[in-house]
């Protein structure tokens, strides 16, 4: 029996959904499992090849929204993941290239759901906007918690900027 099946979409932090499974399917999602991309299999397909770099062109853009000062003070928090790391490494080093400083960036474990002392760490640093773009949901919404918890309200990136019609 001959099947045709793909997998489009999504985002999984702690598993490949199967990639290795499932030879024969292909997979056009962001994952950043070691087993997917990062490996080579034949049946992946990278939706935001970052390997080695990041899109330049939301960084540019969060750049002229916020203005010059705001990206002087960048915090971030990045999962203790292999794949996470290397990306974050591209994006701040595009970052970086494009004239942000970040004075935050920490590691949080699979297993944290209480953000409240990297949100103090990151207002004692003065930290203006924050990137979560590296961020699942779950997580995400325990850190936005307890940043208004804290009474502490950077602004804040969860992913690339709107497109915007003619």
């Known amino acids: 029996m001959n099947t045709d099946a793909a997998l489009v979409g999504g985002f999984s932090t702690f598993d490949s959904f199967g990639a290795r499974c499932w030879p024969r399917t292909r997979d056009a999602r962001r994952d950043p499992g070691p087993e997917r991309g ?20 939301a960084i ?23 794949s996470t790391l290397a990306d974050w490494t591209g994006e701040k080093y595009a970052m970086q290239k ?24 990151m207002k004692n640093a003065g930290v203006k906007v924050l990137f979560i773009d590296q961020m699942p949901e779950a997580y995400a919404s ?11 309200h950077p602004r804040w990136c969860s992913g690339p900027p709107p497109t915007r019609t003619p």
Do not use: M
């Open 142 to 152: 325990a850190l936005l918690k307890d940043l208004v918890q804290q009474n502490f």
């Open 38 to 57: 990062h490996q080579r299999l034949p049946n992946v397909f990278s939706a935001v090849p970052l390997e080695g770099g990041w899109e330049e062109g």
């Open 60 to 82: 540019q853009y969060f750049k002229q929204t916020f203005g010059t000062a705001d990206v002087q003070k960048v915090g971030t928090v990045i999962a203790d993941l292999p």
């Open 98 to 121: 494009a004239g942000y400083n970040i004075v935050y960036d920490a590691e949080y474990a699979d297993t944290q759901t209480d953000f409240t002392q990297n949100v103090i760490a």
